[in-house]
């Protein structure tokens, strides 16, 4: 069974920094693409970066670049997200997602259950 | 980037029947398009992928069609279940956009 799980969520100040991780488990991690993926609280979704298999290929949304850094580790089947110089309008939750493939031309199949970030004084 | 445009933002259904979903898109897309079904508090499921493709497990009264630049979805006999926020969003090309929601909810 494919899993996802979220974690390092949290209350943070304006401009402070917070790492998100994503364990996965039930398939082999370093055969797909994966992404983050955000949801301000009330508002819809917004695809937050991309990183292929191999790290080679990397995307972000224009809101995050420069501040936000997505990076994984084959090896211990896990993905993160370094978050720096955090903003009240990146509060969200924020899940991790898998593609179905490891092809830009390719969607989400799986999420992870969320974790909150909470930008705030 | 793409813009889509989704309609209706709400709609009022009852149990048994048909409804319709629209997502249009600012520039053609081929078929690269999916449709996700969220509940409060969980995550998104993916129901459709390549515009009409169902992903595997979601029930056949989920249906999806169209390519280029307009997409519909279709529930052809709603359930109980089925009252949730559904999005449409483009893979074509980055960055990966969603439409605004549609909240199903029951009349």
């Known amino acids: 069974e494919v899993q996802l799980v979220e974690s390092g969520g949290g209350l943070v100040q304006p401009g402070g920094s917070l790492r998100l991780s994503c364990a996965a488990s039930?398939?082999?991690?370093?055969?797909?693409?994966m992404n983050w993926v955000r949801q301000a609280p009330g508002k819809g979704l917004e695809w937050v970066s991309y990183i292929s298999s191999s790290s080679s290929t990397i995307y972000y949304a224009d809101s995050v670049k420069g501040r936000f850094t997505i990076s994984r580790d084959n090896a211990k089947n896990s993905l993160y997200l370094q978050m720096n110089s955090l903003r009240a309008e990146d509060t969200a939750v924020y899940y991790c997602?898998?593609?179905?493939?490891?092809?830009?031309?390719?969607?989400?199949?799986?999420w992870g259950q969320g974790t909150l970030v909470t930008v705030s004084s | 980037a793409i813009w889509m445009t989704q309609s209706p933002s709400l709609l009022s259904a009852s149990t048994g029947d048909r409804v319709t979903i629209s997502c249009r898109m600012s520039?053609?897309?081929?078929?690269?398009l999916a449709w996700y079904q969220q509940k409060p508090g969980k995550a998104p499921e993916l129901l459709i992928y390549a515009a009409s493709t169902l992903q595997s497990g979601v029930p056949s009264r989920f249906s999806g069609s169209g390519s280029g630049t307009d997409f519909t979805l279709t529930i052809s006999c709603l359930q109980s279940e089925d009252f949730a926020t559904y999005y449409c969003q483009q893979y074509y090309s980055f960055p990966r956009t969603f439409g605004q929601g549609t909240k199903l909810e029951i009349k």
């Open positions: 520039q053609g897309i081929s078929s690269y």
């Open positions: 997602a898998r593609d179905r493939g490891d092809y830009i031309w390719e969607t989400f199949d799986y």
């Open positions: 039930g398939f082999t991690f370093s055969s797909y693409s």
